[in-house]
């Protein structure tokens, strides 16, 4: 199986060159690959809460679907592990993003690569969110007496993405 390419590779925000449309026949892009992220929101969806605690993203970036979902374990689970049960957690960015790969042959020494085509279109490889400078990545909403366990536990997701990101706690 295939590895991953590094997250370097996709983290600049372009502009594809892509197409979904519902005539197969005019689409680039035949299908889109799932996306790894299980739940968007979590936790007490109807309680009411006093206080919200934001991660913001501090540049623009790409953030991929496996990063997002890799971050929203670390985050759940450190809520759910300190006894936290009355929380709100969402999930505020979508990967909507079409990420393609041309793959390249390389021999067995290595000493020679396939050089290909130089600007070829590529297959859907997996999917990315494209994050404006300020835009609110996670948001947890607590009570007062739970705001410390919650802003632990969502600086735990900023080693997850690859970006720079800030941590602003609200008051609703």
């Known amino acids: 199986m295939a590895t991953l390419r590094k997250g370097k590779c996709y983290s600049k925000i372009i502009t594809a060159y892509t197409r979904k449309s519902k005539v197969k026949s005019k689409s680039y892009i035949r299908t889109s690959p799932a996306s790894r992220i299980v739940r968007y929101d979590m936790g007490n969806l109807k309680g009411k809460f006093d206080h919200t605690i934001n991660l913001i993203s501090t540049q623009d970036i790409q953030i991929r679907h496996n990063a997002i979902e890799s971050a929203r374990l670390v985050v759940f ?49 997996g999917l990315a969110a494209q994050v404006k400078k300020g835009k609110i990545i996670f ?32 008051k609703n």
């Open 77 to 125: 689970r450190r809520l759910q592990k300190s006894g936290l049960n009355n929380f709100y957690f969402k999930i505020k960015i979508y990967p909507h993003h079409i990420l393609r790969e041309n793959k390249m042959l390389s021999g067995a020494r290595a000493d020679r690569l396939q050089t290909g085509m130089s600007h070829a279109f590529g297959r859907p490889m």
């Open 139 to 170: 948001s947890i909403q607590v009570n007062k007496e739970y705001i410390k366990q919650a802003t632990e536990s969502i600086r735990l997701a900023i080693p997850r993405l690859p970006c720079k990101c800030s941590v602003e706690v609200k």
